[in-house]
């Protein structure tokens, strides 16, 4: 009898707030993080209508904001 393994499930990345890119939602450098798609943005700071279970809130950006958070 063989068993079958559950597929792995890819889990999606978040980019942790740092002083180089800054939560584009309240500007925190830590604890903050940035979906890597740059849809979304988990704030710790700003309220909203969508809880995290694990904390804070999950906001959707504009893709100017991420691209004024992740410039170089």
Partial sequence: MSRIAPAAVDAPEWIEAS??????ICGGTGQCSIHED???????????????????????????ELSDTLTV
Avoid: K, N, Q
Avoid at 19 to 24: A, F, M, N, Q, Y
Avoid at 41 to 63: M, N
């Fill in 19 to 24: 002083s180089l890119h800054p939560c584009p």
């Fill in 38 to 64: 740059g849809e979304f943005a988990r704030c710790l700071e700003i309220i909203c209508d969508w809880p995290v279970l694990t904390g804070g809130w999950l906001h959707r950006i504009e893709r100017r």
